[in-house]
């Protein structure tokens, strides 16, 4: 039942350690099992982990949510208010249901220690009884990142994101300030990766990045990886299996290979994790080549299969790997933009026929474009304006604009105002019901946002934009134009457009004009 390696130190681990004597003495999965440290030797370093600041990048089904319970469990049971988010509301109740509640249920030890009495002085108007969970002197309070409510009531000593990638950056942002009063604020980010620079990325670069080691026959400590240690690239598209004895005929897994001595080790044995840097984060990673989860074959297998499918090679990265990926094509680059750029230097003004594209936010980002054919654009203005209507209008007459769309919220007033003193539209780019819509006597257009910004990469590939030859001295411009990454959405099973927390204002004004483009040849 328990890990004899670890018997002997039963009274050390309680008082030093209690996250990992919680796993080897009393704690059960939702499955009624327990978590044993067999093939999953990586836990432990996790559960012994002490750093205020954390962040674990993973890949699937590593046993990593069934540690936060028990970490959560602990930091609660000390007298501490833990804030735990998941991406939707929806989710947080499963998780809840499923897996906090289960475990509870069959862990005596996590019986015998609950408590009714803190909460008591909470506001449970705001907070739903299976939110809400008293842990002996401590709280554990469950919130889906897309509802502000619990973030606001609630002061809290600890932050746990799990899936920090799928969740509302903003929300995540004010969970933090929850922290403010903490004597000793803790800090633990979670996510099986997605796209190269999303969320989880930001957090992994400021961390320690501490990689998974296991000792060769010869001695050498092997940082598992795919490529490294269980096939060789041979060819633009080839690889073949390193494991010199492995037989697709025979039921026998694949091994990874040292890559010193060139003999098989046993990807479950006892490893360490070791920093790449120092940094604030205690950053670790975890992958199915050695979570102790499914086959190597199968992840070889996985991998073959995405050597010709973007979508399935996304997966094998983010589940498989852990890691993040973009492939190509799947975002716009500083290189494709270069290839918009002409010989000449934006004009103060503009006597030709110009359409314009406004996106609202802390700034107006703006586009204003020359039209010189149905199918070529030639970019005129590029900037951020502070001021309001009047300075729109002073930009809308300096360059001769015959129609302009503006992002309807959030400042609708302005929006409002525009289009009706100035031939224009405002836009919603949240719509799902229809591709392209447009209400003539609102002067409103709607459109899918994955449809919106794909017209914009589309425009991008086939030039039909022009660019100033010191464009990428625009400010911010070659940022926010390459800051979206079109992701394939497993939950949803389509592809969407994410930015993460970083801003893309530059690619919505863009998409802005194109629609003003389009409106301008139809109806003038």
């Known amino acids: 039942m328990k890990n ?15 996250p990992l004597w919680l796993v080897l003495n009393h704690h059960k999965t939702h499955t009624n099992r327990y978590l044993t440290l067999d093939k999953h030797q990586y836990l432990k370093e996790i559960l012994m982990d002490k750093s205020r600041f954390r962040v674990y990048k993973k890949s699937t089904q590593g046993g990593v949510s069934e540690v936060l319970i028990v970490i959560s469990w602990s930091a609660a049971v000390k007298g501490n208010t833990i804030f735990y988010m998941l991406p939707t509301h ?7 249901t499923n897996r906090y509640e289960k475990s509870l249920s069959y862990t005596r030890y996590y019986q015998e220690h609950k408590s009714d ?59 933090k300030e929850r922290l403010g009063h903490a004597s000793d604020p803790h800090m633990i980010y979670v996510g099986n990766p997605s796209y190269i620079g999303d969320a989880l990325d930001e957090k992994w670069d400021q961390s320690t990045k501490s990689r998974w080691h296991i000792q060769g026959e010869c001695g050498h400590w092997n940082k598992l990886n795919f490529f490294d240690h269980i096939v060789e690239k041979i060819g633009e598209q080839d690889y073949v299996i390193r494991d010199p004895d492995y037989d697709a005929e025979l039921d026998k897994d694949i091994r990874p290979i040292c890559s010193v001595c060139g003999k098989p080790f046993d990807r479950y044995s006892e490893g360490e ?18 979570s102790g ?57 503009s006597k030709m026929n ?13 586009h204003i474009a020359e039209v010189l054919s149905s199918d070529l654009l030639r970019t ?56 392209f819509s447009f209400n003539r006597q609102t002067k409103t257009i709607s459109q899918i946002r994955t449809a919106f910004l794909d017209n914009v990469k589309e425009n991008v590939l086939l030039r039909k934009i022009l660019l100033p030859k010191n464009a990428r001295k625009i400010p911010n411009y070659y940022d926010q134009m390459t800051n979206s990454v079109r992701v394939f959405d497993e939950d949803k099973e389509e592809y969407s457009w994410i930015h993460g927390s970083k801003p893309d204002h530059y690619m919505f004004a863009t998409g802005y004009m194109l629609l003003a483009k389009r409106m301008y040849l139809t109806v003038r």
């Not at 004899?4 to 209690?18: A, I, N, P, V």
């Not at 205690?282 to 050695?290: A, D, N, T, V, Y």
Request: hydrophobic fraction near 40%; charge should be negative; proline fraction near 2%.
């Open 380 to 435: 005129v203005y590029l900037g951020e304006v502070s001021g309001g209507y009047e300075e729109i209008i002073t930009l809308f007459r300096a360059y001769n604009v015959k129609f302009f769309v503006i992002d309807s919220m959030p400042e609708i007033r302005l929006a409002r105002k525009l289009v009706n003193s100035w031939t224009g539209c405002d836009c919603n780019v949240n719509s799902k019901n229809r591709e």
């Open 117 to 175: 009495s803190k909460s008591q002085s909470l506001s449970k108007e705001m907070i739903d009884n299976q939110t809400l969970k008293d842990i002996g002197a401590g709280v554990i309070a469950f919130a889906g990142s897309r509802s502000e409510v619990p973030l606001v009531e609630i002061p809290a000593d600890w932050l746990i994101v799990d899936e920090l990638a799928k969740c509302d950056a903003d929300n995540v942002e004010m969970a």
């Open 293 to 349: 989860t499914g086959t190597i074959r199968e992840i070889v297998n996985n991998f073959s299969a995405g050597l010709v499918n973007d979508v399935r090679m996304q997966r094998v990265y983010n589940s498989d790997f852990g890691e993040s990926y973009t492939s190509a094509g799947s975002k716009l680059t500083y290189e494709m933009l270069d290839e918009l750029r002409e010989d000449y230097i934006m004009p103060d003004t």
């Open 273 to 290: 994790y070791v920093d790449e840097g120092s940094a604030i984060f205690s950053g670790k990673h975890i992958s199915r080549l050695f």
């Open 90 to 96: 929806g989710l947080m109740k499963r998780f809840v």
């Open 4 to 18: 004899e390696q670890f018997r002997s130190l039963d009274r050390f681990l309680e008082k030093e350690e209690y």
């Open 354 to 366: 110009c359409v314009a594209g406004i996106d609202v936010g802390g700034l107006l980002h703006i």
